[in-house]
Antibody, heavy 120, light 107 residues
Framework: QLQLHESRPGLVKPSETLSLTCSVSGGSISGYYWGWIRQTPGAGLEWIATMLYSGTTYYNPSLKSRVTISVDTSNNQFSLKLTSVTAADTGVYYC??????????????WGQGTLVTVSS | EIVLTQSPGTLSLSPGERATLSCRASQSVNTNYFDWYQQKPGQAPRLLIYGSSIRATGVPDRFSGSGSGTDFTLTISRLEPEDFAVYYCERYDSSSLSFGGGTKVEI
């Protein structure tokens, strides 16, 4: 059974960089797309970015200037960096696998989520 | 960006009743690229319906999705106790993905 597990950065200070890692177990990161989604009090569920294991990336236009995602196939994990954080970035961050299902694309496996609080 | 508006915000029903949840898009959406998720407290969203009407693996057949263009519906034919949760619609295209604000189904 595929499992995704987000790292736990906990508290991040305003203007600093949020760094998260998603470790994938029970399956290979190769061959799939992987994504980050967050849930904040202000914006609700919000897609952040998706990337193919080989490096092709897609970013939410509203966050693109602050987001970088990357993949580490040797360690079967992928990462998110969000710069210049503010209180509005406080929320639960999820990683998920994205795959094709017929004519559709789905997020079929999700991590349990990690709470990130931006505060001084 | 396409905005998804879900209604009602809260649906108060009893077990055994039928639930009808609505999601309206600000622009037409490809039916292949429209999904519904269920989220319970402290849990990640769970995919229920994809491609507007296809149940995800393991989803009971009391859940059904329909719609096209800008109007989509999730129907739960007979509510079970475990169905009381928040439901989100979602759409995507080649460059963006967005969620609705959610409908809470409560007892």
């Amino acid at each position: 059974q595929l499992q995704l597990h987000e790292s736990r950065p906990g508290l991040v200070k305003p203007s600093e960089t949020l760094s998260l890692t998603c470790s994938v177990s029970g399956g290979s990161i190769s061959g799939y797309y992987w994504g980050w989604i967050r849930q904040t009090p202000g914006a609700g569920l919000e897609w952040i970015a998706t990337m193919l294991y080989s490096g092709t990336t897609y970013y939410n236009p509203s966050l693109k200037s602050r987001v970088t995602i990357s993949v580490d196939t040797s360690n079967n994990q992928f990462s998110l960096k969000l710069t210049s954080v503010t209180a509005a970035d406080t929320g639960v961050y999820y990683c998920a696998r994205r795959r094709q299902a017929g004519s559709s694309w789905i997020f079929d496996y999700w991590g349990q989520g990690t709470l990130v609080t931006v505060s001084s | 960006e396409i905005v998804l508006t879900q209604s009602p915000g809260t649906l108060s029903l009893s077990p055994g009743e039928r639930a009808t949840l609505s999601c309206r898009a600000s622009q037409s959406v490809n039916t292949n690229y429209f999904d519904w998720y269920q989220q319970k407290p402290g849990q990640a969203p769970r995919l229920l319906i994809y491609g507007s009407s296809i149940r995800a693996t393991g989803v009971p057949d009391r859940f059904s999705g329909s719609g096209s263009g800008t109007d989509f519906t999730l129907t739960i034919s007979r509510l079970e106790p475990e169905d009381f949760a928040v439901y989100y619609c979602e759409r995507y295209d080649s460059s963006s993905l967005s969620f609705g604000g959610g409908t809470k189904v409560e007892i």
